[in-house]
Structure formats: C-alpha cells, structure tokens
C-alpha cells in the first residue's frame, strides 16, 4: 500500500491509502478528488488524468511509455518536465509518501 497525496489547483490536498496495483487516476476518481477525470477509464487515451510529480521522485516510477508521451506532447495541457498521466501510475509501496499536484485544467 501507498500513501499519495494529491495536491488539487486550488490547494487542497488529498491524501489516500492505494492498494498496491492501483493506478493513481483509480485512486483519485474513486474518492472524489477534483481535478483528475479519467474520461478514458486508464487507457492512455485521453491525458485528462494529467499530474506534475516531483522531479526528485521521477526516479522511483517506471519511465512513460512511448503512448504516454505522445499523450503528454500532443494533448495535456501545460507539459513540464514533471508531467506524467495518473493512469499510468500503479501503486507501490516504492511510491509511498508520493506527491502529485494537479493543474489547472485537464484537456
């Protein structure tokens, strides 16, 4: 299990407990938290489950696939070198302690 703390546009934050192998954007959908849609139910389809990790924690994810980044080059909104897709994050206890913060708008 895992410890995220999302962190919505508005400030404020989420902390939830996800069982191992769920993806972050399942974790957030499920318990409401604004600013992460899933419009494509974790397919890589879509971007709009868009989040900025920590540069500092890239490390501790497995790197994007080539779909994910096509998604984030060519769909999210406002790419930084943090941007990665919620569906694509599975939760670990690798990845306990976690912080994702959502921006402003999804596309």
Known sequence: MANITYIEASGQATTLKLADGWSLMQGATANGVDGILGECGGSCACA???????????????????????MLDNVAAERRPGSRLACQIKASAALDGLIIHLPDMQE
Request: net charge negative.
């Open 48 to 70: 709009t489950c868009h989040c900025y990790v920590d540069e500092a924690r890239l490390a501790d994810l497995p790197p994007a696939s080539d779909n994910e980044l096509a």
